[in-house]
């Protein structure tokens, strides 16, 4: 089992014993959905009268069938008009929430579909919202034709002003199907390293390992490493004292090496490698491990590699010495 799918399993566990479930908004969705199933077949409406159904089909075909220009009664507001307008506001939302549900209950292994699927999620909220603003007008006695004409124009008029993000567009539109990076994977853009939680169709959303999120035009994304492409090495750097045995210590880290993999059979894929002295200083001599792992592992790795070394040097009476601190006089 994936560390992914040990997360989303802990989280649903947490969300049941704590009783987090969306109840609320599971029995508001229910009874708007139970009311358009009434609306589109007032047959089921069993415990009305025919003329009562009858009245429900009128109100169906006056405000949800073709365009009605607006009108009053007797100098009087058609209430109705409105009750029917926030009534399909409210299919909206039960139709983007459950869109929503659906697309966060499909699990995908393969991080371009998962990546695209986060798109299409985005383009159907839209979409739901722009249907319910079209369709609003239109109840509320706008001609249709006339609206989509209007918004058409608008449209090539805010074009002009909003250059930035039809960029911001285009350019989520070319790293999804260039490939640059999907959701999951581990990228540096602009000296800020995160892991990608979503691509949508504007901005794209970064996490760090703190848990800090960096939401990201995506017209601004032009230069970036994607850590996850290639295999990430890390670098532990252990210092002994210049009085220990070189070749013991050495001897010390070679057996340590061999021993993490089966230590931390998640962390290290491979065997570390023991690379030499690196760097002769004032009081130590510094010897250098590197291990490649995962790029998500790469500082829980080093810290490992750091505690490893430390218990076992001491083990083996191996000094390593204290860093030197200098005091000025006067101070």
């Known amino acids: 089992m994936s560390e992914k799918e040990k997360e989303t399993k802990k989280a649903a566990k947490k969300i049941i014993k704590t009783g987090k479930l969306p109840v609320g908004r599971i029995v508001a969705a229910a009874v708007i959905l139970l009311f358009l199933l009434f609306l589109v077949n007032p047959k089921t409406l069993f415990f009305l009268n025919a003329q009562q159904r009858e009245a429900v089909t009128l109100f169906r075909n006056t405000y949800f069938g073709q365009y009605i220009p607006f009108q009053t009664k007797d100098g009087h507001f058609d209430f109705l008009r409105i009750i029917a307008v926030l009534f399909m506001c409210a299919v909206g939302w039960t139709v983007s929430w459950l869109l929503n549900m659906a697309f966060d209950a499909i699990k995908l292994k393969n991080r371009h579909t998962d990546t695209v699927k986060g798109l ?38 805010i074009g002009f002003g909003a250059q930035s993000l039809i960029e911001d567009i285009f350019a989520g539109l070319f790293i999804i199907f260039e490939g640059r990076f999907y959701v999951g994977d581990i990228i540096s853009v602009d000296g800020f390293r995160g892991t990608v939680r979503s691509i949508g169709i504007v901005s794209t959303r970064l996490a760090d390992a703190g848990g800090n999120i960096k939401i990201i035009n995506n017209s601004d994304i032009r230069t970036l490493t994607n850590l996850s492409e290639v295999v990430s090495v890390a670098v532990s750097v252990v210092s002994i004292a210049y009085g220990a045995d070189l070749r013991k210590a050495e001897k010390v880290i070679q057996e340590l090496c061999e021993k993490l993999p089966g230590m931390y059979p998640g962390l290290f894929e491979e065997t570390p490698r023991y690379v030499g002295v690196e760097d002769l200083s004032e009081s130590s001599v510094d010897l250098k491990v590197i291990a490649k792992v995962d790029e998500s592992n790469i500082y829980s790795a080093r810290r490992t590699m750091n505690r490893e070394l430390k218990l076992a040097l001491d ?13 000025h006089k006067g101070d």
């Not at 007008?137 to 034709?145: Q, S, Y």
């Open 120 to 157: 299409v999620a985005n383009v159907l909220r839209y979409a739901v919202v722009i249907f319910c603003i079209i369709y609003g007008l239109n109840m509320l006695g706008a001609d249709i034709l006339t609206v989509i004409a209007s918004l058409g124009i608008l449209a090539l008029v």
């Open 315 to 327: 083990e083996n009476g191996i000094e390593i010495p204290f860093p030197q601190i200098v005091v």
